[in-house]
C-alpha cells in the first residue's frame, strides 16, 4: 500500500461560527479548518496545537477527539489518516496567520461553508463538521504516546505488576 498521511485538523467554534483558514493547494484557493501534517517524533495533540498556531497565530486548546477518518484514495490519489479535534482558542478575534500558504482566515457560518462547495479543501471539511455538530465528542485522554518501544514496555510492565 502506498504511504499514509497522518493529519490533524481543528474545529474551533465562537460565537456561531466556524474559524477557517484560507489558502493556496497547487495554485487553488481553498478553504479548510486549520490542518495539517503530523511531524516524526511529534503527538497528534502536539501536531494540532502546532497547525493551529501556525495557520491562524492562535493559542489551541483541544477539548474532545471528533472523529478519526480515512480517506483511500483522495482525489489527488494520496492516502490521509485524519484526526479531527474541537476546542478553543485565546483572542479568537486576533488571528494572525504565520504559514505563507494562507491567505487568510475566516469566521464562517455553517451556510458560508456549505455554500464554498468545491472551494473546500476535501470532503473531509464537511465530514468534521457534521460529526461535531452532531455531538461526536471521544476524550482525548485516550492518546498514548511511545517515541521509545522500551520505555513503554516497561511502564506497562510496572503497571501491570499491580494487578498480581
Known amino acids: 500500500m502506498a504511504d499514509i498521511a497522518l493529519t490533524v485538523a481543528a474545529i474551533i467554534e465562537h460565537q456561531g461560527k466556524f474559524l477557517m483558514v484560507e489558502e493556496t493547494d497547487k495554485g487553488a484557493v ?3 479548518q486549520p490542518a495539517g501534517h503530523v511531524e516524526p517524533q ?3 495533540i502536539a501536531a494540532v496545537k502546532r ?3 501556525e495557520e491562524t497565530g492562535l493559542t489551541f486548546t483541544p477539548e474532545h477527539l471528533v472523529g478519526n477518518y480515512f480517506l483511500s484514495p483522495a482525489t489527488n ?3 490521509y489518516f485524519r484526526f479531527c479535534f474541537c476546542g478553543s482558542v485565546l483572542a479568537p478575534e486576533s488571528s494572525q ?4 500558504d494562507i491567505i487568510a482566515t ?3 457560518s455553517l451556510s458560508e461553508i456549505t ?3 468545491r472551494q473546500l479543501r476535501s470532503g473531509l471539511v464537511l465530514q468534521c463538521l457534521r460529526d461535531y455538530l452532531n455531538q461526536e465528542r471521544y476524550p482525548i485522554s485516550q492518546f498514548h504516546y511511545h517515541f521509545d518501544e522500551v ?3 516497561n511502564s506497562c510492565y510496572t503497571d501491570l505488576l499491580k494487578f498480581n
Open 97 to 100: 496567520p504565520q504559514d505563507p
Open 77 to 79: 490519489g494520496k492516502h
Open 42 to 44: 511529534e503527538s497528534i
Open 151 to 153: 520505555a513503554m514496555a
Open 106 to 108: 475566516h469566521w464562517l
Open 115 to 117: 455554500a464554498l462547495g
Open 30 to 32: 481553498v478553504f479548510n
Open 51 to 53: 497547525e493551529v498556531l
